[in-house]
């Protein structure tokens, strides 16, 4: 019987045919650190004139007739030229090492004034952030007090805004070249320098040697995914660059001011402000460009999985208590100026003229900079530090820290905590749990009924949005509906209940990070990237191809993702509504019958306990069009919103303030490092940027090439059939290549049998809802809007074909012994603690225990046969059970395994079942003995080859591929690619799909 039906339906996904792709050859830029001191000599001017009709003289070399440029053709030593892959480069097949690469010349002189010098530099830093820390905390006027250094996140905190405050000192005094100084700070060998030791001891040296134990799960904080290096890609990791381009102010960390490219008189004119830049790219209001083929459905799984690899460490000050309780720095409305931390960067406007004499009042977002990063304890510049894990691994779900994993757990048969919902704890309407100390910040708490508060799940900001909340809520149900089969499956094995918990929930989590997994890389690419990307084997990114795993990539979440190309909060869409009851009633029509489902900002708990409203919004988001990558947002994430908690909170500003503090590169440069050519005018960014920003940004920066990186991605054209540009692609394909390479854990090379991957790509979004909620219809493909040909609408009772069977071949390889299969060992909670984990299994009943009248009755009742009967209970096979040949026929696996549970084979082949067998399978058992269910062994007869008919799955050979099937080289190996290989042949009609590009309109 399936998760909630019986029949098969076939899951037919469009693909829209090819794409071009501009790219070239990866040249990488070695000029950046020369430019910051040059800037600082000149007289800093504000540049009142327009900048109108400047153009550079530069030279125009390159291609820019807007005709695609392929990739470059691979030699004989791989589709990377050799071994590194430096040589042949394709900006879209990123895989040489990068920390190699980074590190392999350096210049020796500079090396040594380093280590000369750096006990100067390291004393200085000290003395520095401790006297600017000391300022703030231990400051009753300031409302701060307490040891801000007593817990691990601000330990992190102060080590590395240290770190970084060395690195200035250094910069400021090397008097050579400063890009030896940058490959010196990379390539120092912290173990020489002794005041470093307890760093590097505290955050890496506890994780030396210990990695073997992790072999079948994963931690939570994903710690040893790669045994070579441990804390790659785990919670508090860097964000490594792939450009090596800082744009700081000082070279180091202070945020970004002023142009990279000169004004007439020489002079560098100061960046505009945030706010005034966000208000005049953002068009909503003349024009709002929408993707009808894509569905808000996307949209929400774009945000859901980002808040899966990163969320960045804000800097927090201490508020007293025994353990260092910590708070986001006041920053707006501070009347002291000592009081002010020095992390504060708010967003702030001055008064604005209403043109009848008056002002309108100030504008200050309070906004603080995030944490730098601790890298192996060495002076580096400013580089974002991690709190969530870098891999695709749920742990927005599950949490990022075993904390947090311990507060999401129930210890009961491997499920997650729950709140019973309007109907109680059936399956469908279970909900997240409250969170007992629920943060101001990241939820609205201001609701007239104290009843009323925050939804706790793996990410904090699980209340930001309702499409958050609602697919947190469809996984934390999938999650307990798989383990609750899964117990069901171990009971058999006499676990004890903390043995079967925790082997129900590491499985449970396994596949649900697998089936995540699947559907980002088979459903989600093809979209964002479009179908040549995604699905071309050498960019990394399609699953008919095995990627294999390589312990030297990093796999952090780099800056230019998080602060550029990552952000994609545009695509949210007006569309997306509630009906409101009580406006019906009043007799209102469409549209002004529904609710603003901005409204729920920050409103998790409200949605959840609203009955029908988040199965409303699941439903229309199946049809609702998302909106286009580009600079228009809705006013809601402009901060123009009545809801307490949206009010100011204004996101397209947000992200230019994350830019310009975190110094990521200009647009040209990011083009430049793509292998692209550099936009150096106007005339050349005809072809690359819509018809809004070409309109717009000529007034705001002057030069072509003082486009912020951010702002040039979205302003770009999107790719055929991708909703991004080609820059935006390029660090996209990358940066997802780069988690898959990187993931040591990746579902398709993790263990799993071709059975059980089998089973998880059964699962897509449409068969999840149809699982977890009450919907009736969902479309093939969630992602794309209703068509009648392609994405047609489906009965939930006839599409979900996930049976018991298929869970059944999940649990069938799972641990069935006792054994410590936790991944939390050192933090000990859960269980009350490390010693009270009973790792053992109950003993299995004795053979006498089946003479028992009141035990083996009812089964004895069950089996027809009184052969069987007499055979199984008869007190002297009992005794003479360890005769040789007694053994072999009394414990036969096949004939026991098969007869064990009569009444789940009668049950299972229900005359409902009967209608889910196909045809042939009935001619193959015989019309004439199929239809005599009265006879005992005849059904347990025919019950065999359908076993056998599941485990010969046609669709097995694709993950045990024969050596005569095609070969798909990687890097230096080859494998063997799966029957069905991606052809990348253009197709005439897909020059048809130019609606998606026109602005403005």
């Not at 998760?3 to 794409?19: E, F, G, M, N, P």
């Not at 920053?331 to 960067?345: L, R």
């Not at 397209?652 to 990011?670: A, D, H, K, S, V």
Request: glycine content about 6%; aromatic content about 14%.
């Amino acid at each position: 019987m399936g998760l909630r039906s019986v029949t098969t339906a076939s899951v037919v996904v469009a693909v829209v045919s090819l794409v071009s792709l501009c790219t070239g050859q990866y040249q990488q830029n070695q000029t950046q650190y020369q430019q910051a001191p040059q800037q600082q000599q000149q007289q800093y001017r504000n540049i009142s004139a327009p900048y109108g009709n400047f153009t550079s003289r530069v030279g125009q070399p390159g291609n820019y007739s807007g005709a695609p440029q392929y990739p470059p053709a691979y030699g004989q030593g791989g589709k990377y030229g050799n071994a590194t892959g430096y040589q042949q480069q394709d900006p879209f097949a990123w895989n040489w090492d990068h920390e190699h690469v980074r590190r392999k010349s350096y210049n020796q002189e500079a090396q040594n004034w380093v280590y000369a010098n750096i006990q100067e530099a390291w004393d200085f830093a000290v003395n520095l952030v401790g006297g600017k820390n000391a300022q703030y905390n231990a400051n009753a006027q300031c409302g701060y007090g307490g040891n801000p250094y007593n817990n691990e996140e601000t330990r992190l905190q102060q080590q590395g805004e240290t770190l970084v405050q060395t690195a200035q000192w250094l910069w400021d005094h090397y008097p050579g070249n400063k890009p030896d100084l940058m490959n010196a700070f990379i390539n120092l060998n912290t173990k020489q320098i002794p005041f470093l030791a307890d760093c590097l001891a505290e955050h890496y040296g506890q994780w030396s040697g210990t990695c073997d134990q992790y072999q079948r799960y994963s931690r939570p904080d994903q710690i040893c995914n790669n045994v070579w290096f441990p804390t790659w890609g785990a919670t508090n990791d860097i964000g490594i660059r792939i450009t090596d381009i800082w744009n700081y102010e000082g070279g180091i960390w202070q945020k970004l001011k002023y142009h990279d490219w000169p004004s007439y008189d020489g002079t560098f004119a100061p960046l505009i402000n945030e706010k005034q830049l966000a208000d005049l790219l953002d068009k909503s209001y003349q024009a709002e460009c929408y993707q009808f083929d894509i569905t808000m459905m996307h949209a929400y799984w774009t945000q859901f999985i980002t808040h899966d690899i990163i969320k960045s460490a804000p800097y927090t000050v201490s508020v007293g208590g025994a353990y260092g309780e910590q708070s986001k720095p006041q920053c707006c409305g501070v009347a002291d100026p000592a009081c002010y931390h020095h992390s504060c960067n708010s967003i702030t406007s001055p008064p604005v003229s209403d043109g009848y004499g008056g002002y309108s009042q100030g504008y200050c977002m309070p906004l603080s900079d995030n944490v730098p990063a601790v890298d192996y304890c060495a002076p580096i510049p400013k580089d974002p530090r991690n709190l969530q894990t870098s891999y695709i691994d749920a742990s927005q779900i599950y949490g990022a820290t075993c904390e947090k994993a311990s507060q999401l757990r129930s210890y009961r048969k491997g499920k997650l905590r729950v709140n019973k919902g309007l109907y109680g704890l059936y399956m469908r309407n279970i909900n997240l749990p409250d969170d007992p100390n629920p943060d101001k910040s990241e939820c609205d708490t201001n609701y007239p009924n104290n009843d009323l508060r925050c939804l706790l799940s793996g990410d904090t900001r699980v209340n930001q949005h309702p499409g958050l909340t609602a697919y947190q809520a469809l996984f934390l149900r999938l999650h307990n509906r798989l383990a609750s089969s899964c117990a069901r499956f171990q009971e058999k094995n006499y676990l004890s209940d903390q043995v079967l918990d925790e082997v129900c929930y590491q499985e449970v989590r396994r596949y649900i990070q697998s089936i995540i997994q699947n559907i980002f890389y088979r459903d989600h690419m093809p979209i964002e990237l479009g179908p040549y990307v995604a699905g071309h084997p050498n960019y990394g990114l399609s699953l008919d191809y095995v990627l294999p795993y390589d312990q030297n990539v990093h796999a952090s979440v780099w800056p230019e993702y998080t602060y550029a190309a990552g952000r994609l909060h545009t695509l949210i869409s007006h569309w997306s509504q509630v009906r409101d009851p009580t406006k019906v009633q009043a007799g209102l029509q469409e549209p002004d019958s529904w609710y603003n489902i901005y409204d729920f900002l920050g409103k998790g708990y409200q949605l959840m306990y609203s009955k029908q409203k988040m199965n409303e919004l699941l439903q229309n988001a199946l049809y609702d069009p998302e909106q286009c990558y580009d600079t228009s947002f809705v006013e809601e994430l402009r901060g123009k919103s009545t809801n307490s908690y949206a009010a100011g909170l204004d996101m397209f500003t947000i992200n230019i303030q994350r830019e310009r503090e975190f110094g990521i590169p200009w647009y040209w440069q990011l083009r430049d490092f793509c292998g692209m050519s550099p936009v150096y005018d106007w005339y050349q960014a005809n072809d690359i940027w819509n018809q809004v920003c070409l309109e717009t940004l000529p007034q705001i920066y002057g030069h072509a090439k003082n486009v912020e990186g951010y702002i040039g991605l979205i302003c770009e054209k999107p790719l055929p059939g991708a909703i991004v540009g080609p820059t935006a692609a390029c660090i996209l394909q990358r940066q997802y290549q780069n988690l898959r390479e990187g993931d040591r854990w990746f579902f398709d090379r993790n263990g799993l049998t071709g059975d059980q991957l089998n089973v998880v790509k059964k699962f897509n979004l449409g068969k999840i809802l149809c699982i977890t909620t009450n919907l009736d219809y969902v479309t093939e493909n969630v992602f794309r809007t209703p068509n009648p040909y392609s994405n047609k609408y489906q009965a939930c009772n006839l599409y979900d074909d996930i049976t018991e069977d298929d869970l059944t071949v999940l649990w069938s390889y799972s641990p069935a012994t006792a054994g410590d299969y936790r991944t939390c060992k050192d933090y000990g909670v859960g269980y009350g603690g490390a010693a009270s984990y009973t790792n053992a299994s109950y003993p299995a009943p004795a053979p006498q225990a089946y003479a028992n009248s009141s035990y083996s009755q009812p089964q004895q009742q069950s089996y027809a046969a009184p052969v069987q009967q007499q055979s199984y209970a008869a007190p002297v096979q009992q005794q003479s059970y360890a005769a040789p040949v007694q053994q072999q026929s009394y414990a036969a696996p096949v004939q026991q395994q098969s007869y064990a549970a009569p009444v789940q084979q009668q049950s299972y082949a229900a005359p409902v079942q009967q209608a889910y067998v196909q045809a042939p399978q009935q001619q193959q058992y015989g019309n004439s003995s199929y239809k005599q269910p009265a006879a005992a062994a005849p059904v347990y007869q025919q019950a065999a080859p359908q076993q056998q008919t599941y485990q010969q799955a046609p669709q097995q050979p694709a993950y045990q591929a024969p050596a005569s099937q095609p070969q798909q080289a990687y890097g230096n190996k080859t494998y063997a690619a799966k029957p069905a290989v991606y052809q990348p042949a253009p197709q005439p009609a897909y020059q048809q799909a130019a609606p998606q590009q026109p602005y403005g309109g």
